[in-house]
Every structure is written in structure tokens, then in C-alpha cells.
């Protein structure tokens, strides 16, 4: 009976943790963006929260430019993602397995940089006072640091894109890459024989493989950027901003009266990623990632 | 199987339930008797307890002051053991409070806070502080003036010993003297300058705590002076149009701010960024010796000034208070008492510690503290105490700040 019962008392701390953070905190906040608040006397619910947010120009605004963002940056980071793993896959190829193992460890290093302190990074680096601008400007590419463009905190969202490009690509490469690993060795040699160029192998037999990997991936790196905070704190414009920072800006400005309009807002994004999560979950399921390998 | 395992869980749960239930309430009896108490019994009784200051940690200065001076104080003398809690809004403990409150959590991990205004409003009104407890601290009732207006009042709001004043802090303009010869004296002649000098001015962003203080200046110069905000907000039918010439100031001037007003820096921090690697030519502090010890640090230009206005800039007092859940108030309450005593203040006075201004009253120091307070050197980039003191403005009571952090966001920053 012990063994029977020993995976769900093992697993039972985790689910009790997200049953209690995770969907109490879900919970919590719906409530209070239905204007459910006993710690300030309100006890009612309805959906004013709801109505003024649908109705305000600034919350359609920061979704616009929050899905703009975020699919650029899930775009960007794919191409560079897939170019970085196809790369990786063609020196396996060609190099010793040291090289190979270098590569490999220089491609993963991003992953390991938190979010905030790659935000910050892109700040000191492309700031127009900013590291780069000075060393353009000391030999003489630029005649002065303000002629260096504006690619941190511009209303387009460039820095955004940038700092998640950079973080996202390695993850999209990290996600194809074992695809590609799985490609055998002699497949390059029979494509070979029937007079197929490298490129025509990538385009016949590398793409199709990793098709699959490759836009749930973008779809991940899409839906995570579409609801983190920190980046676009750092590296936004202050109007418009993208949800979740629009969302802080209205829970940490004004009265605890304005709260259910924030909670409103984090729980349309909850909405959102649900969604866009249940479509990547049915692509991946529809295309099976690893079809034909089994 | 599963049945009993479910059932095992809830017996689980509810034996741990009421096992803090009932150390809750004896906690909770215990504390309240700690009002009632004399000094003695709070000082033994604070012994081994460990505190936890939540406040905001956006400055190194402050909070090497509290790490590697009052900290291994406090420990020495009274084997109090005091943990830093940094965090980046004081709105955010405020939240965690709430949130604690509405759970019906009695022992909650934040034994001080650090606050003032709005935040302290907002925690009176919702009950999320202690009680009275200031009169209670030996330090408070030798040093300090209870009925003196920066004492007894926080932004308008009676204090009612709630909180313990812990120092005072001034609004200074930060400028550097190479770039701005002759800073403005009023936002008239700022309006003038920002615009012979496009790109080299901007305010952190509402609701951040420094360029909200920035644009109550514009309010005071704008709208006629302070005098009339002395009553509250809701008591002036007609706010929105006397708002109105401080967003079109503010709006009149956005064309030549730094990136053209497209946006503004997110925080202070951001704004310090940009003066220190020289893209702005000024920068604000409600802090007067912030400047003089960001020079020493070799931070900002060694040309750095600071600079007040003709009509005079916004002064507050910030103050230490004790949460309704501590779990460690007799600790607190002595923690509180130490950063209130003359050597912690005067340490506290140094720009090289923080150059923080002093919470007590002058006068009741005694000839040999004063002589302390007056050697403290402020560096070049600091105002002469005289100076700051002659220039003060009062502070606007939160529920209009309410009103402004709001309308800004609407009235300036999505125009």
C-alpha cells in the first residue's frame, strides 16, 4: 500500500505550494478585481472593475503595444534561435568535440543571466550615455553621445525586444537543438549521394524537423513575454506601457479604492496566457514535436 | 485510499490550525501588556529577539548605516538582532499588511516599518499599526518636542504616537555647476532654462516618491502657494480647475524635457543614472546631502551643487512605526528607541553615513551633543543647515497627492 500512495505523498508539498500560492493568489485576486475587499470595508461584487478597464483608451493602448513586443521579440528570438541551433548542428558536424562543447556552453550562458540584471545590462550598455554610445563617440563614429539612437526606453520598444532576444534566442536554440541532434548521421550522407547542397538539405531535412520544436518554442518565448514585468519596468516608455507594468502603475498609484481596476487587468493577462497557452498546447500536440522519431 | 489520504491531510491541517491559533492569542495578550509595562521590562524582555525593519533599499548609503552601524549596536547592547528587509515601495509592505490583516494573520514577520504620508495615512486609516507607542521610548521623551508640528503631524495626518519620528528630510535640486552656472530660483525661471536647454531636464515618473514631491512644487509656484491645500481635499469643489495650471506647466515645458517627454525615468535611480554618466544636467533629492555623498563616492562630478528654490522647497519628517502583527514589538520598541538616541542621529547626520537630518530637537540636546551635530561635515554639494531650515515649505496631505499621482498619468504622460 506504501508504494502505491509513495508518488502522492512525495508530490504532495508541491501541489499543496501551488494549490495555496498559485491558485489561492489567483483566487484572491479575482475576487478582489470583482470588488470583493473586506480589509477595506467593501464586500460587493460587480464587474465595474472590468467595465472601466474595457473602457479606458490606456488599457487598449498597453495591450496593442504589449502584443506588439511581444511578438516581435518571440520572432526575433526564434530566427536567431533556430540559426544559432542549426549552427551548433553543422559543427557537430565538422569540429572535435571540445570545440563543440564550447560552443554549446557559449550559446546556453544567457539562460543563466536573471531577467532584471539582463534588463539592466542592455540599460548601462545602449543607454545614449551608455557604454556603447561612449565608445562610438571616443573614436569618433558618432560625433556626440546624443547622436546615438534611442534604443532604450523608446516607445517603439526596441530595448525590450532587444534584452529579450537575447535572453529568449539560447531557449529556442536549447529547445531545437536536441531535435536536431536526433537527425542521423547518415541521412546527410544519403542526401549527399542524391546531389542535395547543404542548403538543400537544411531546407529538405533540417526545417521540416525542427518546424515543429521550433514554433512551440516561439510560442512559449511569445506567451512569456506577453506577461513579464521586469523588462519592460526597466526598459519601457511610461505611456503606453505594457500590461504588466500598466497593471503595477495602477496598483501602486492612487487609493486601495483602485486596486480591483489592477487586479483586473493581471487576471485579463492571466486570460490571455491561458489561451494562447491552450493553442501552443494543441500545435504541439496537432504537429507532435517528436512525430516520427518514436 | 485516496479518501484517507485527503482525510489525513485535513486532521493535519487542522491540528496545525488551532496549535497557532492558541500561540497567537497568548502572543497577542502578551504584546498589549507590553504598552502598560515600564522600560526595564521591554529592554529584558527584548533580549535574543530578532527584528525585521522592512523599508525601502534604494539607497547603499542607508543601508550600510543600518547594516554596519545600528545593527552591531543594537546586538551589543541589547542582544537585539535587527534583519533589513529592503524593499523597493513602501506601498508594498503597506499591501502585505492588508493582505495580512484580511487572512487574520496576528503574527506577522515585519516588526518596523519605515514611513511617512500617504503610506502612513493608508495604514492609520486601514488600522495596520500597533498603537501609541511612542511616548513610551525614553529616547522620544527626552529628545523630542512632542507638540511640534513636524512631530505631531505627518502630511496633515495627526500622528498620535503611532510612529516615532526617525529624521527629516528636505527637497533639494541637484545640478552640476559646469553645465548649469546659475540654477533657477523658480519654476518660472526653470520653465526658462529647461527650454534654452532642450533635453537636459526631466522628473522620475509618477508615482515615484521624488518626481511626485517635484510636481508638488509646480503645484505650490502654479496654483498660489501652499496655504490653501491646509484643508482637505474633498473640501475644494473646484480642485480640477485649480489643478489645471500645473499640468499645462508641466505639459508647457514636456516638449523639452530629456527624450523630448516621450517618456520619463522610472524611478530616481534612473534619473541618477542619467546625471551621473552626464546625459541630463540636473537631478533632484528629497534627501539635502544625498548629492555631497554621491560626489564622495565618485559617482556624481566632483562639480556637483545642490540648489533651492526662492519660494522655498517641500520639507517632511519620516517615521519609524510598529505594524499590528509584529511578533517581536519589545524588540522594535527598543530598536526604535536606539536609531532615536543623539550618538545614532548624529552618525545618521553624516554624509558619509547617509546625511539624514536630525529628528530631535536641538535644543534639548545637551552642550557636548550639540558640539557633535555641529562638527558633522557636509561636504561641498551641501546646503548650510541655516539655509535649508529658513527655506521650508509644508508638506500636502496624502489625499491630494492621491489626486495628482492620478492625474498625471492621465493629464501628462498619455498626452
Known amino acids: ?75 526575433i528570438s526564434a530566427i536567431l534561435g533556430a540559426i544559432v541551433a542549426v549552427a551548433l548542428f553543422m559543427i557537430q558536424e565538422t569540429s572535435k568535440s571540445r570545440a563543440l562543447n564550447f560552443w554549446n556552453r557559449l550559446f546556453q550562458l544567457p539562460l543563466t543571466i536573471p531577467h532584471l540584471v539582463g534588463g539592466y545590462v542592455i540599460v548601462l550598455l545602449f543607454m545614449q550615455s551608455g557604454f556603447l554610445s561612449k565608445i562610438l563617440a571616443a573614436i569618433g563614429v558618432i560625433d556626440q553621445i546624443p547622436d546615438f539612437p534611442v534604443l532604450v526606453n523608446d516607445s517603439f520598444g526596441w530595448g525590450i525586444i532587444l534584452a529579450y532576444a537575447w535572453k529568449e534566442a539560447p531557449f529556442v536554440a536549447l529547445m531545437v537543438y ?71 502603475q495602477l496598483y501602486s498609484s492612487g487609493t486601495l479604492a483602485d486596486r480591483p481596476e489592477a487586479l483586473a487587468v493581471n487576471l485579463v493577462l492571466a486570460l490571455l496566457t491561458v489561451l494562447l497557452g491552450l493553442i501552443a498546447y494543441y500545435f504541439s500536440k496537432r504537429w507532435n514535436v517528436l512525430k516520427g522519431w518514436e | 485510499m485516496r479518501k484517507l489520504a485527503l482525510a489525513a491531510a485535513g486532521l493535519l491541517a487542522l491540528a496545525l490550525g488551532a496549535c497557532s491559533n492558541e500561540a497567537n492569542d497568548t502572543a497577542a495578550n502578551k504584546t498589549d501588556d507590553l504598552l502598560a509595562s515600564d522600560w526595564e521590562t521591554i529592554a529584558t524582555e527584548a533580549g535574543g529577539q530578532e527584528v525585521n525593519m522592512y523599508m525601502w533599499g534604494g539607497n547603499e548609503n542607508i543601508n550600510r548605516y543600518l547594516d554596519e552601524w545600528v545593527a ?40 518596523i516599518i519605515w514611513i511617512n504620508g500617504e503610506n502612513f495615512k493608508a495604514a492609520k486609516d486601514n488600522e495596520l499599526l500597533w498603537g501609541d507607542f511612542a511616548g513610551k521610548l ?20 495627526p500622528v498620535e504616537g503611532l510612529e516615532a519620528p526617525w529624521g527629516k528630510a528636505q527637497f533639494v535640486f541637484v545640478h552640476d555647476e559646469k553645465k548649469a552656472a546659475e540654477p533657477p530660483k523658480s519654476m518660472d ?36 502657494g501652499y496655504e490653501q491645500y491646509q484643508q482637505p481635499a474633498a473640501d475644494i469643489e473646484d480642485l480640477e480647475q485649480r489643478l489645471a495650471p500645473m499640468w499645462q506647466y508641466l505639459n508647457e515645458i514636456e516638449p523639452y524635457l530629456w527624450r523630448e517627454g516621450e517618456t520619463y525615468p522610472e524611478s530616481l535611480a534612473k534619473l541618477d ?29 566632483e562639480s556637483t551643487k545642490t540648489f533651492l528654490l526662492e519660494g522655498g522647497t517641500l520639507a517632511n519628517t519620516h517615521f519609524l512605526s510598529i505594524p499590528f502583527n509584529s511578533s517581536d514589538k519589545a524588540g522594535a520598541l527598543v530598536a526604535i528607541n536606539e536609531m532615536l538616541s543623539p ?73
Open chain 1, 1 to 75: 500500500m506504501l508504494r502505491k500512495i509513495k508518488p502522492y505523498l512525495l508530490l504532495f508539498p508541491a501541489i499543496i505550494t501551488i494549490v495555496l500560492l498559485f491558485f489561492g493568489g489567483l483566487f484572491d485576486g479575482f475576487l478582489k478585481s470583482l470588488g470583493y475587499f473586506p480589509a477595506i470595508g467593501e464586500t460587493e461584487f460587480s464587474l465595474k472593475a472590468y467595465s472601466s478597464l474595457l473602457q479606458s483608451v490606456a488599457f487598449w493602448d498597453s495591450l496593442i503595444v504589449t502584443i506588439r513586443i511581444a511578438a516581435l521579440s518571440a520572432a
Open chain 1, 178 to 248: 536536441p531535435v536536431l541532434a536526433r537527425i542521423h548521421k547518415q541521412w546527410r550522407d544519403v542526401s549527399r549521394v542524391y546531389g542535395a547542397k547543404n542548403r538543400d538539405y537544411i531546407r529538405e531535412i533540417v526545417v521540416p524537423a525542427i518546424l515543429p520544436a521550433w514554433t512551440v518554442a516561439a510560442f512559449i518565448v511569445f506567451v512569456f513575454t506577453f506577461s513579464a514585468f521586469e523588462v519592460p519596468f526597466l526598459l519601457g516608455v511610461t505611456y503606453p506601457s505594457m500590461l504588466p507594468v500598466y497593471s503595477y
Open chain 2, 72 to 111: 552591531p549596536r543594537l546586538q551589543k547592547e541589547y542582544d537585539v538582532e535587527l534583519q533589513r528587509v529592503p524593499v523597493n515601495d513602501a506601498q508594498d509592505f503597506i499591501n502585505q499588511l492588508v493582505d495580512e490583516k484580511s487572512a487574520g494573520k496576528k503574527q506577522g514577520s515585519i516588526d
Open chain 2, 138 to 157: 525614553p529616547n522620544f521623551n527626552e529628545y523630542i518636542d512632542p507638540d511640534a508640528l513636524e512631530v505631531a503631524e505627518d502630511f496633515g495626518e
Open chain 2, 189 to 224: 525661471e526653470l520653465a526658462e532654462w529647461v527650454k534654452e536647454n532642450p533635453g537636459q531636464f526631466t522628473y522620475p515618473a509618477l508615482p515615484d516618491f521624488t518626481g511626485s514631491a517635484f510636481i508638488r512644487h509646480v503645484l505650490y509656484e502654479t496654483t498660489g
Open chain 2, 273 to 301: 543614472q542619467l546625471y551621473a554618466s552626464g546625459e541630463v544636467s540636473m537631478t533632484m533629492s528629497y534627501d539635502p546631502a544625498l548629492a555631497a555623498s554621491e560626489v564622495m563616492k565618485g559617482r556624481f562630478p
Open chain 2, 343 to 415: 550618538e545614532a542621529q548624529t552618525a545618521k547626520l553624516s554624509p558619509e553615513n547617509w546625511g539624514d537630518l536630525s529628528a530631535l530637537d536641538f535644543e534639548k540636546l545637551s552642550a557636548e551633543q550639540q558640539k557633535a551635530m555641529n562638527e558633522v561635515d557636509f561636504g561641498t554639494a551641501t546646503l548650510p543647515l541655516e539655509e535649508l531650515e529658513g527655506n521650508r515649505l509644508p508638506e500636502l496631505s496624502s489625499d491630494y497627492i492621491e489626486v495628482i499621482e492620478k492625474g498625471w498619468m492621465e493629464n501628462v504622460a498619455k498626452d
